[in-house]
Protein backbone atom coordinates (compact mmCIF):
# COMPACT_ATOMS: atom_id res chain seq x y z
CA UNK A 1 0.00 0.00 0.00
CA UNK A 2 1.69 2.89 -1.26
CA UNK A 3 1.60 6.88 0.03
CA UNK A 4 -0.59 7.11 -3.14
CA UNK A 5 -3.40 4.87 -1.55
CA UNK A 6 -7.47 6.32 -1.84
CA UNK A 7 -8.07 7.12 1.51
CA UNK A 8 -12.13 7.54 2.30
CA UNK A 9 -13.31 8.71 5.14
CA UNK A 10 -16.97 7.57 5.32
CA UNK A 11 -19.26 9.89 7.65
CA UNK A 12 -22.46 9.18 8.20
CA UNK A 13 -25.13 12.11 9.07
CA UNK A 14 -28.17 13.29 10.44
CA UNK A 15 -28.75 16.55 11.55
CA UNK A 16 -25.20 17.81 11.13
CA UNK A 17 -25.28 20.81 9.17
CA UNK A 18 -23.11 22.81 11.16
CA UNK A 19 -20.76 20.65 12.08
CA UNK A 20 -20.26 18.96 8.31
CA UNK A 21 -18.23 22.20 6.98
CA UNK A 22 -16.01 22.24 10.08
CA UNK A 23 -15.47 18.06 9.77
CA UNK A 24 -14.71 19.14 5.74
CA UNK A 25 -12.11 21.71 6.76
CA UNK A 26 -10.53 19.53 9.20
CA UNK A 27 -10.02 17.04 6.86
CA UNK A 28 -8.89 18.65 4.07
CA UNK A 29 -6.29 20.46 6.19
CA UNK A 30 -4.45 16.66 7.03
CA UNK A 31 -2.92 17.37 3.69
CA UNK A 32 -3.40 13.39 3.74
CA UNK A 33 -2.67 12.26 0.01
CA UNK A 34 -5.30 10.51 -2.04
CA UNK A 35 -8.36 11.37 1.44
CA UNK A 36 -11.38 11.97 0.43
CA UNK A 37 -14.86 12.50 2.44
CA UNK A 38 -17.74 10.58 1.66
CA UNK A 39 -20.92 11.73 3.26
CA UNK A 40 -23.86 9.30 4.00
CA UNK A 41 -26.84 11.50 4.40
CA UNK A 42 -29.99 10.16 6.06
CA UNK A 43 -32.54 12.65 4.55
CA UNK A 44 -31.49 14.71 7.23
CA UNK A 45 -34.48 17.35 7.72
CA UNK A 46 -32.19 20.26 8.47
CA UNK A 47 -31.19 20.14 5.27
CA UNK A 48 -27.27 18.68 5.62
CA UNK A 49 -27.74 16.86 2.36
CA UNK A 50 -27.68 19.93 0.93
CA UNK A 51 -24.77 21.25 2.89
CA UNK A 52 -22.91 18.25 1.41
CA UNK A 53 -23.92 18.75 -1.87
CA UNK A 54 -22.80 22.01 -1.82
CA UNK A 55 -18.96 21.43 -0.20
CA UNK A 56 -19.02 18.46 -3.22
CA UNK A 57 -19.46 20.47 -5.52
CA UNK A 58 -16.64 22.79 -4.26
CA UNK A 59 -14.54 20.14 -3.80
CA UNK A 60 -15.42 17.40 -6.07
CA UNK A 61 -12.07 15.49 -5.43
CA UNK A 62 -11.94 15.70 -2.07
CA UNK A 63 -15.96 15.64 -0.82
CA UNK A 64 -18.72 13.24 -2.25
CA UNK A 65 -22.17 12.21 -1.25
CA UNK A 66 -24.87 9.38 -1.02
CA UNK A 67 -28.25 10.33 0.04
CA UNK A 68 -30.24 7.49 1.50
CA UNK A 69 -33.79 8.10 1.83
CA UNK A 70 -35.14 6.27 4.78
CA UNK A 71 -33.30 6.51 8.40
CA UNK A 72 -32.51 2.87 9.23
CA UNK A 73 -29.68 3.37 11.66
CA UNK A 74 -26.14 3.66 11.61
CA UNK A 75 -25.09 0.38 10.58
CA UNK A 76 -27.34 0.35 7.82
CA UNK A 77 -25.71 3.92 6.97
CA UNK A 78 -22.27 2.61 7.14
CA UNK A 79 -22.86 -0.43 5.04
CA UNK A 80 -24.04 1.80 2.29
CA UNK A 81 -20.84 4.05 2.58
CA UNK A 82 -18.54 1.53 3.04
CA UNK A 83 -20.12 -0.55 -0.07
CA UNK A 84 -19.76 2.60 -2.11
CA UNK A 85 -16.11 3.40 -1.10
CA UNK A 86 -14.93 -0.55 -1.89
CA UNK A 87 -16.96 -0.28 -5.32
CA UNK A 88 -14.67 3.15 -6.34
CA UNK A 89 -11.50 1.08 -5.52
CA UNK A 90 -10.81 2.38 -2.03
CA UNK A 91 -7.25 1.32 -0.52
CA UNK A 92 -8.26 2.52 3.21
CA UNK A 93 -12.02 3.02 4.52
CA UNK A 94 -12.39 5.09 7.21
CA UNK A 95 -15.65 5.38 10.09
CA UNK A 96 -15.85 8.54 11.61
CA UNK A 97 -18.74 10.31 13.22
CA UNK A 98 -20.11 14.02 11.87
CA UNK A 99 -20.11 15.28 15.56
CA UNK A 100 -16.35 16.56 15.97
CA UNK A 101 -15.99 14.08 18.94
CA UNK A 102 -13.35 12.12 16.76
CA UNK A 103 -10.11 14.01 16.59
CA UNK A 104 -9.68 14.25 12.26
CA UNK A 105 -5.94 14.97 13.42
CA UNK A 106 -5.30 11.35 14.61
CA UNK A 107 -5.82 9.96 11.04
CA UNK A 108 -2.28 10.27 9.57
CA UNK A 109 -1.48 8.04 12.43
CA UNK A 110 -4.12 5.39 11.94
CA UNK A 111 -3.38 5.30 7.88
CA UNK A 112 0.65 4.78 8.89
CA UNK A 113 -0.10 2.35 11.42
CA UNK A 114 -1.66 0.35 8.96
CA UNK A 115 0.75 0.89 6.33
CA UNK A 116 3.52 -0.34 8.12
CA UNK A 117 2.07 -3.25 10.37
CA UNK A 118 0.39 -6.04 10.33
CA UNK A 119 -3.06 -4.80 11.52
CA UNK A 120 -6.53 -5.22 9.58
CA UNK A 121 -8.02 -2.44 11.06
CA UNK A 122 -6.89 0.38 13.41
CA UNK A 123 -9.08 2.00 15.93
CA UNK A 124 -9.03 5.22 17.71
CA UNK A 125 -9.04 4.33 21.31
CA UNK A 126 -10.23 5.89 23.97
CA UNK A 127 -9.33 3.53 26.36
CA UNK A 128 -5.47 2.49 25.95
CA UNK A 129 -2.53 4.35 27.22
CA UNK A 130 -2.63 8.47 26.23
CA UNK A 131 -6.05 8.01 25.07
CA UNK A 132 -9.26 9.94 26.92
CA UNK A 133 -12.62 10.58 27.13
CA UNK A 134 -13.86 14.06 27.16
CA UNK A 135 -14.19 15.77 30.65
CA UNK A 136 -17.62 16.98 30.27
CA UNK A 137 -18.64 13.23 29.92
CA UNK A 138 -21.40 12.86 32.76
CA UNK A 139 -20.18 10.09 35.37
CA UNK A 140 -23.21 7.63 34.04
CA UNK A 141 -21.73 8.14 30.56
CA UNK A 142 -18.32 6.96 31.39
CA UNK A 143 -19.64 4.08 33.37
CA UNK A 144 -21.59 2.77 30.76
CA UNK A 145 -19.17 3.14 28.10
CA UNK A 146 -16.89 1.24 30.82
CA UNK A 147 -19.05 -1.46 31.37
CA UNK A 148 -20.04 -1.93 27.73
CA UNK A 149 -16.40 -2.74 27.07
CA UNK A 150 -15.92 -5.16 29.69
CA UNK A 151 -19.04 -6.83 28.96
CA UNK A 152 -18.21 -7.07 24.97
CA UNK A 153 -15.04 -8.94 25.88
CA UNK A 154 -15.53 -10.77 28.11
CA UNK A 155 -18.26 -12.88 26.21
CA UNK A 156 -16.93 -12.59 22.74
CA UNK A 157 -12.87 -12.36 24.25
CA UNK A 158 -11.79 -9.73 21.43
CA UNK A 159 -8.94 -8.32 24.10
CA UNK A 160 -9.56 -4.83 22.42
CA UNK A 161 -9.46 -2.04 25.19
CA UNK A 162 -12.30 -0.07 23.26
CA UNK A 163 -14.51 -2.43 21.82
CA UNK A 164 -17.36 -0.45 20.75
CA UNK A 165 -15.44 2.89 19.61
CA UNK A 166 -16.46 4.04 15.82
CA UNK A 167 -13.34 5.52 14.96
CA UNK A 168 -11.95 3.22 12.86
CA UNK A 169 -9.44 2.77 9.87
CA UNK A 170 -9.76 -0.52 7.44
CA UNK A 171 -7.81 -2.19 4.99
CA UNK A 172 -10.40 -2.33 2.18
CA UNK A 173 -9.15 -6.40 2.09
CA UNK A 174 -10.08 -6.51 5.44
CA UNK A 175 -13.49 -5.36 4.77
CA UNK A 176 -13.64 -7.20 1.99
CA UNK A 177 -12.74 -10.90 4.00
CA UNK A 178 -15.25 -9.78 6.74
CA UNK A 179 -18.15 -9.51 4.22
CA UNK A 180 -19.45 -6.76 5.46
CA UNK A 181 -22.16 -6.67 3.32
CA UNK A 182 -23.79 -8.94 5.26
CA UNK A 183 -23.53 -7.84 8.82
CA UNK A 184 -26.90 -7.64 10.55
CA UNK A 185 -26.71 -5.87 13.61
CA UNK A 186 -27.04 -1.61 13.98
CA UNK A 187 -26.12 1.06 16.15
CA UNK A 188 -22.98 0.70 17.95
CA UNK A 189 -23.17 -2.83 18.31
CA UNK A 190 -22.75 -3.04 14.30
CA UNK A 191 -19.02 -1.56 15.35
CA UNK A 192 -18.35 -4.88 17.79
CA UNK A 193 -19.31 -7.62 15.08
CA UNK A 194 -16.89 -5.70 12.80
CA UNK A 195 -14.74 -6.28 15.23
CA UNK A 196 -15.93 -9.65 15.76
CA UNK A 197 -15.38 -11.11 12.28
CA UNK A 198 -11.93 -9.41 11.97
CA UNK A 199 -10.72 -11.43 15.20
CA UNK A 200 -12.45 -14.65 13.96
CA UNK A 201 -10.89 -14.51 10.65
CA UNK A 202 -7.11 -14.14 12.69
CA UNK A 203 -6.73 -10.72 11.86
CA UNK A 204 -5.45 -8.04 14.29
CA UNK A 205 -6.97 -5.33 15.48
CA UNK A 206 -4.26 -2.32 16.91
CA UNK A 207 -5.51 0.47 18.78
CA UNK A 208 -3.93 4.11 19.11
CA UNK A 209 -5.36 6.99 21.61
CA UNK A 210 -7.62 9.43 21.21
CA UNK A 211 -9.35 12.16 22.79
CA UNK A 212 -12.90 11.93 22.22
CA UNK A 213 -14.58 14.71 22.73
CA UNK A 214 -18.16 15.55 23.84
CA UNK A 215 -20.11 16.87 20.51
CA UNK A 216 -20.95 20.68 20.70
CA UNK A 217 -23.62 21.17 18.56
CA UNK A 218 -26.71 18.78 17.94
CA UNK A 219 -28.11 16.34 19.28
CA UNK A 220 -26.92 12.44 20.62
CA UNK A 221 -28.44 9.58 18.52
CA UNK A 222 -28.33 7.22 21.28
CA UNK A 223 -31.69 5.46 22.15
CA UNK A 224 -32.60 2.84 24.32
CA UNK A 225 -33.49 0.45 21.43
CA UNK A 226 -29.90 0.56 19.83
CA UNK A 227 -28.90 0.22 24.20
CA UNK A 228 -31.00 -2.91 24.22
CA UNK A 229 -29.60 -3.86 20.96
CA UNK A 230 -25.77 -3.29 21.87
CA UNK A 231 -26.38 -5.59 24.99
CA UNK A 232 -28.24 -8.63 23.39
CA UNK A 233 -25.66 -8.91 20.19
CA UNK A 234 -22.57 -10.10 21.97
CA UNK A 235 -24.90 -13.36 23.27
CA UNK A 236 -26.36 -13.73 19.24
CA UNK A 237 -22.71 -13.86 18.10
CA UNK A 238 -21.30 -16.27 20.50
CA UNK A 239 -24.25 -18.41 20.71
CA UNK A 240 -24.19 -18.47 16.25
CA UNK A 241 -20.81 -19.87 16.78
CA UNK A 242 -21.31 -22.39 18.94
Known sequence: MGESAKIVVVVPTYNERENLPVLAGLLSGLKVPGLQMLVVDDNSPDGTGDVADQLAKESPDQVGVLHRTEKDGLGRAYIAGIGRALSEDADIVIQMDADLSHPASVIPTMVDTLRTTDAAVVIGS?????????????????????????????????????????FKAWKAETLRKIDVATIQSNGYSFQVEMNYRTVRQGMRIAEVPIRFEERTVGASKMSLKVQLESALMPWKLRFKRS
Open 126 to 166: RYVEGGSAAAEWAWHRRLLSAFANVYVNTILRLHVKDATAG
